[in-house]
């Protein structure tokens, strides 16, 4: 079995560390892959969207072909899991900023999203978290994060931060607002592999 990661740009090796620590902890052998063009979404049982800069991250995904790729996976309900740059990616629609840089989105997940939700680079923050698929609050890292504005009626809200939507969850598909792979909680990394290995 493998989980891909994608890795054109962005935080990439956080996240395979993770993933590769919660393996361990569960005593599960699945080989944790880094996913740099086309041909291996389709080998994948499950993917994960990093953060990043959303706009390179689009553009990359289309021209290296992997974009179809994941739009693919996701109709398969292959398990998909988009932090900050990866929830603006996986959205059906964004805001004035994602239509100015003609930012071609997954468009697989109901959400609407606001690119800076939480401001710039220099905004960013830490803050406890309360999730409603974990029993206590999650440490959540911030950096020039993404917030969802509103989502259709088939998206689960999990959890929200001053009125913005931070984390939800579409059948198949888990968006983040935050890094939860710079933290040593491992506990989403585990409710996202829940998802792979069921």
Do not use: W
């Not at 994941?70 to 988009?82: H, Q, R, S």
Request: hydrophobic share 45%; proline share 4%; with cysteine.
């Amino acid at each position: 079995m493998k989980i891909g990661v994608i890795a054109i740009q962005g935080a990439v090796s956080e996240h395979v560390d993770a993933l590769r620590r919660a393996l361990k902890e569960r005593g599960v052998e699945a080989e944790v892959v880094e996913i740099k063009h086309k041909g291996i979404v389709p080998e994948c049982s499950g993917i994960v969207i990093p953060g990043g800069e959303s706009t390179t991250l689009c553009r990359l995904l289309a021209r290296e072909g992997i974009a179809e790729e994941i739009k693919e996976a996701a109709a398969k309900g292959v398990p998909i899991l988009g932090t900050c740059a990866g929830l603006i990616v996986i959205a059906k629609e964004g805001d004035r900023q994602v239509e100015k840089t003609g930012q071609e989105l997954l468009g697989i997940m109901d959400t609407r999203v606001n690119r800076n939700a939480f401001g710039r680079q220099r905004d960013s923050f830490e803050a406890e978290l309360e999730l409603s698929i974990l029993d206590s609050p999650f440490t959540g890292v911030f950096i020039r994060a993404p917030g969802i504005v509103s989502c259709g009626p088939g998206v689960k809200v999990l959890s929200r931060l001053e009125g913005m939507i931070i984390a939800a969850e579409q059948g198949n598909l888990l968006a983040l607002a935050f890094h939860p792979e710079l933290t040593d909680d491992l506990r989403i990394h585990q409710y996202f592999l829940d998802k792979v290995f069921n």
